[in-house]
């Protein structure tokens, strides 16, 4: 099985994602965003991992909602099913009970006193998971 490895860029200062033409990876694996000008007109080549906090790089899933729409790291998806009521934010694991994978945080209204993470997502997009936005373009959704 071949695995699809894509990646998006968050730009912190324009408030966009970048283009893919925009975006390079140097030759030891630093990301780089290459020609985005500011509102001045200052051209930019700049290493996003040089602690600027410029870019966020989120990577691709490797799963599709049931749209047919992309899945990343950032995403905020859902479903209408009554038993799953709330959104959920894709991340990746960062905890040893995570076994190093993507998971789902949910995101509630009023937090319970127990929350939990969904490790295995990929069964879950048979439940007519959708995406809704991601945590940059509709920070609203994580209310």
């Given at each position: 099985?071949?695995?699809?490895?894509?990646?998006r860029v968050?730009?912190?200062?324009?408030?966009?994602?970048?283009?893919?033409?925009q975006?390079?990876?140097?030759?030891?694996?630093?990301?780089?965003?290459?020609?985005?000008?500011?509102?001045?007109?200052?051209?930019?080549?700049?290493?996003?991992?040089?602690?600027?906090?410029?870019?966020?790089?989120?990577?691709?899933?490797?799963?599709?909602?049931?749209?047919?729409?992309?899945?990343?790291?950032?995403?905020?998806?859902?479903?209408?099913?009554?038993?799953?009521?709330?959104?959920?934010?894709?991340?990746?694991?960062?905890?040893?009970?995570?076994?190093?994978?993507?998971?789902?945080?949910?995101?509630?209204?009023?937090?319970?006193?127990?929350?939990?993470?969904?490790?295995?997502?990929?069964?879950?997009?048979?439940?007519?998971?959708?995406?809704?936005?991601?945590?940059?373009?509709?920070?609203?959704?994580?209310?």
């Amino acid at each position: 099985m071949n695995r699809v490895l894509k990646f998006r860029v968050w730009n912190t200062y324009q408030k966009k994602f970048l283009e893919s033409d925009q975006i390079g990876i140097s030759g030891i694996g630093t990301i780089l965003t290459y020609d985005w000008h500011d509102d001045n007109g200052k051209s930019w080549n700049t290493d996003c991992w040089n602690g600027n906090n410029l870019c966020v790089v989120q990577q691709f899933t490797g799963l599709l909602d049931k749209n047919g729409k992309e899945i990343y790291e950032g995403d905020i998806i859902g479903s209408h099913v009554s038993q799953k009521p709330c959104n959920y934010i894709v991340k990746w694991g960062e905890t040893r009970s995570d076994y190093c994978g993507f998971v789902l945080n949910p995101v509630f209204i009023n937090p319970p006193k127990f929350t939990y993470i969904i490790h295995n997502f990929k069964m879950w997009m048979a439940e007519g998971f959708e995406v809704f936005g991601n945590i940059f373009e509709n920070p609203n959704l994580l209310a």
